[in-house]
C-alpha cells in the first residue's frame, strides 16, 4: 500500500482523530514507511462486532452465575478473555467454588484485580 492509499475514515474509536494508528506504507522511493491513520471503517466494524459477541458471551456466562450454574470465576474470565486450564475448570461448578479455602479465593482475586468479597458476587 501506497502512502496515500493508507486508510483514513473517521469511524468508531479512532473518532474525531482523538487516536490515530501507526500503518506501514510505502514511500515513492519504495521505502516502508510510518504513516498516522484515522482507521478503518472494515477494520472498526469488525472489531465492533467482535466486541459484541464478547459482551453477549459475558452476559450468558452472567445469567448462569446468578443461575447458580457456575462460580463466579466463570465470569472473571469470560471479561477478562482468560481462559482456564483442568484445575480452574472445576472451580467453576458452584459446589466446589463454596468449598475453596480463603488462600484459593485471594489468588483468584490477586489476579481478577478484586478484592475476595468481590470475587464472591457478580
Not at 475514515?9 to 506501514?24: M, N, P, Q, S, W
Not at 472498526?44 to 450468558?60: G, H, I, P
Not at 490477586?110 to 464472591?120: H, M, R, T
Request: charged share 30%; aromatic share 10%; hydrophobic share 40%.
Amino acid at each position: 500500500m501506497n502512502v496515500n492509499e493508507v486508510p483514513q475514515d473517521d469511524e468508531g474509536i479512532l473518532k474525531a482523530g482523538k487516536t490515530r494508528e501507526v500503518c506501514y506504507a510505502t514511500d515513492a522511493n519504495g521505502n516502508y514507511t510510518q504513516v498516522l491513520s484515522l482507521g478503518w471503517k472494515p477494520k472498526y466494524d469488525a472489531m465492533r462486532q467482535a466486541w459484541e459477541q464478547v459482551n453477549e458471551k459475558t452476559e450468558e456466562i452472567r445469567i448462569q452465575v446468578l443461575q447458580g450454574k457456575l462460580s463466579s470465576i466463570a465470569y472473571y474470565l469470560e471479561k477478562n478473555l482468560m481462559t482456564a486450564r483442568w484445575r480452574v475448570k472445576r472451580h467453576l461448578k458452584p459446589a466446589v467454588f463454596k468449598k475453596l479455602k480463603l488462600e484459593v479465593l485471594q489468588k483468584y482475586a490477586e489476579v481478577f484485580n478484586l478484592s475476595v468479597e468481590e470475587l464472591k458476587q457478580v
